[in-house]
């Protein structure tokens, strides 16, 4: 009797353990973007959006720095040139203790891009840290698979108080490149250059649309070092 249930507990381990491959072998369905080429442009007090900009933030040692004003990562940004910081999944606000600018960042949740028409007056979370800084209204933008190694947004949308006062919604939407990379960060935007909190553009409703970079969807794993140090 007992040799009867040393076997069936054997082929109950054999079966998880297929289970498991199985599902770390599965392809699933991955948005991979292209990096936005650089093209700095100043709006000024204009309402944009809604936009697409995929930042490569493919190295572990370099910041790239994206400014809402000028619709672009910036080459060389100055100390209150940029908004946002991108470095692999790492996303960081230009405001806090270590910083130069105003930003701040707050987690508007699980709600549709589209009905966030005005952003909060308060509650901006500065960044933290300065070797190695993070923000904690977004530091927990993903999701992990641990099966299919891939990392996922969560669906959250975000208020951003700029650098410089301003105001502005994202959705980030995908973590890949071409070929499953990982490191590029897609998102959408709406800004409004005019001080005011209202980010109810026109077309809002609409896909957001980015000629400058081009996107596809196919089965990939993600690669493994596409995998966070610490995940949600």
Known sequence: MGQVLSVGAVAVIVAVA?????????????????????SPRDV??????????????????????FSFRLGS???????????????????????GREFSGEAGIVDLGTVAFVDVKAVPETGYQPSEGGTDPRNPAI??????GYFSHVLSPKGHVWAVRTAEGRYAKIELLSYYCPRSQPGCVTFRYVYQGDGSRSVDAPGDGR???????????AAAVAPPDSRPPSTP
């Open 18 to 38: 297929a289970i498991l491959v199985g599902l770390t072998l599965r392809q699933p369905q991955v948005a991979m973007h292209s990096p936005t080429p650089p």
């Open 44 to 65: 000024g007090t204009a309402l944009v959006g809604p936009l697409l900009y995929t930042v490569d933030a493919t190295s572990p040692e370099q910041w790239r720095h």
């Open 73 to 95: 990562v910036i080459e060389h940004a100055g100390a209150k040139e940029w908004d946002l910081g991108f470095r692999r999944y790492q996303i960081i606000a230009n405001g």
């Open 139 to 144: 530091a927990n933008w993903y999701t992990y």
């Open 207 to 217: 896909r957001a649309v980015d000629s400058r970079s081009s996107s596809t969807s």
